[in-house]
C-alpha cells in the first residue's frame, strides 16, 4: 500500500476539543475522526487493526462451533431461541454477530442446562484471556450490575467508572458498586416504642438526641415518578443512590416528592417511615432488613419509633442494595478502602441466564434454554492498545495488531537509481509474509521519518540515493532508537533474525 494513496493523512495537532490523550494521538496517526453525530468514524488504518482483531477472534469461535449471522440490530436471544431451537439434538447452539460498524462483536451459546452454560461461561472467560494478551492489554476485570462482568483498561480520560479495593480484589462498576456495610450486632426483635424526639428532623441531630450510632436508625426519602410516590428507606449510615432506585423500580427519572405527596401517603417530612403508610412504592436497602431494632420515624411530628423491624412492622416491595458507594468507603470485601478508578470498557461476559424458550430433552420433556452472551468492543480494544502502546512519538504496535508489519521511508524516489531498489525491498519483505506500507511521497526527509515514528509500525525500512550508492537499506525496528544499516543481500536475513525477536 502507497501512503500517498491512503484515505486519511496524518496530522500535526488534534482538535481542542479532544481532551483525552489517547484520542488525541489516535487523531494525529489518522486512525479516527470524530463524527457530528458524536461517534467515531475508524479510517482505513484502524480498519485495517479490526479486521486482524476479528479474524483473530473468528477462529476461536469457529474452533468452539459459533456460525456468523447478520442482523441491523441486537439480537433478541429469546426469539431466537424458541425460533430455531426444537430439540436437545441442536444443542449447543452458538452464533455471533457484528454491530456498531463491525466494532462490537457479539458471541452468543445456548445450551440445554444451567451447568452447560456455566461451563461455556468458563470457555469465554479464557478465549477473552487469551484475546486480550494476544492484544497486548493488561485488562481488568470488574462486576457490573445483572451479574456481568466488565473488562476495561485503565484510561484516566474515560467515562467508566470503576470502584475498586487498593489493597484487594474487590472491583464494581459505579452502577454495581456497594459500599461496606457494617453488619448489626444479632438481637431479638423487640417492641415497638414511641417516644418524643423533639427538634430531630435529621439523622445526626436524631442519632446524638437518642445517643446511638447513626447504623442504629433508618433513613427515609420521598422521591415521584410516573405518578407514584417512592417511599426509599436505608440505614442511616448510608447514602442513597438514585440511579441504584431507577434501575431497580424501572423508572427513568426521579424527583423530590412534594410535602403535599408525602403527607397523602401518610407519612410526615422529617420524622417519616413505612410504618402506616399507604399508597406508595417502598423500596428499601438490604441494610435495613440485616439490622434489627431501628429507629425510625412516628409518622407525626417530634416523635420517633424504637426497635423497627422489617419485614415485621411493615412489607417492602423492594429489597436490593441501593446504597452509594463512595471513594474512602472501606470495601466491601474487607480489605483497604474503595478507590474509584476511570477506564474504557473492553467488553463483558453476562452470566448464565434462563431464556422464554423451550426445548424437548432426550426423554420428550419441555424444558427451557439457557444463554450465555460475551461481547467485545473492538475499537475500545484498538484505543487501550494505542493508549498502551506509544511514547513521546507516537504509536509503538505490536506485531499482533499492527496496521503494517513494515514502513518503508523511500527518499528520493522518483530518482530512476531508487525505483529499482524501492522494488526489491518490497519483494523481500514480502516474500517473508510482511504486509508492507510504502511513503514514497514528494516530502523530505524529516516530515517522512516523523510521520513513521508518529504511524508506529514494528519495523522501519529506509532507502535513498545514498543508501542505493552504498548497496544498503537502513533497517528499524520501532522501539530501537537509532538505524543499522542492511547489506541489501543480506537483507533477507535481517528480515527474518528480525522477525524471530518479535
Known sequence: MRYADFFGKTKRDAPSEISDATLRLAFRAGLIRPM????????????????????????????LGAQEIRTGAEVALDALGATEIQS??????????RSDGVTRLTFASLEASLDAAQQIQRVFDKVASDFFSYAGIAARSARDTHDTRVWYADAPARDLEVFRSDAGAYAA?????????????????QPLQEIETPHCETIDALARF??????????????????????????????????KVKRALGVHALRWATDDEIARVGATPGFASPIGARGATIIVDDSIVNSPNLVAGANRADYHLLNTNAPRDYKPDVVTDIALARAGDPSPDGSGALELARGIALGQLAAPRELDASFLDVNGKARKLFAVEMVFDLGAVLLAHVGAHHDDRGIVWTRALAPFDAHIVALNADKPEVAPVLARVIDALELQGLDVLVDDRNESAGVKFNDADLLGMPLRVTIGPKTVAQNIVEFKARQED??????????????EQWQDRV
Do not use: C, H
Open 173 to 189: 462498576t459505579r452502577a454495581a458498586a456497594a459500599p461496606f456495610k457494617a453488619p448489626a450486632p444479632p438481637e431479638t426483635p
Open 482 to 495: 537509532g538505524a543499522r544499516a542492511v547489506a541489501l543481500d543480506a537483507l533477507a536475513q535481517a528480515i
Open 88 to 97: 436437545y439434538k441442536q444443542l449447543p447452539a452458538r452464533v455471533y454477530w
Open 210 to 243: 437518642l445517643n446511638v450510632p447513626t447504623s442504629r436508625t433508618a433513613k427515609a426519602v420521598f422521591y415521584s415518578a410516573e405518578g407514584r410516590v417512592i417511599f426509599a428507606v436505608i440505614r442511616g449510615d448510608l447514602q442513597i443512590d438514585e440511579d
Open 36 to 63: 457530528p453525530n458524536g461517534q467515531w468514524l475508524y479510517l482505513p488504518l484502524a480498519s485495517n487493526v479490526l479486521s486482524q482483531m476479528f479474524w483473530m477472534l473468528r477462529g476461536e469461535l469457529k474452533e
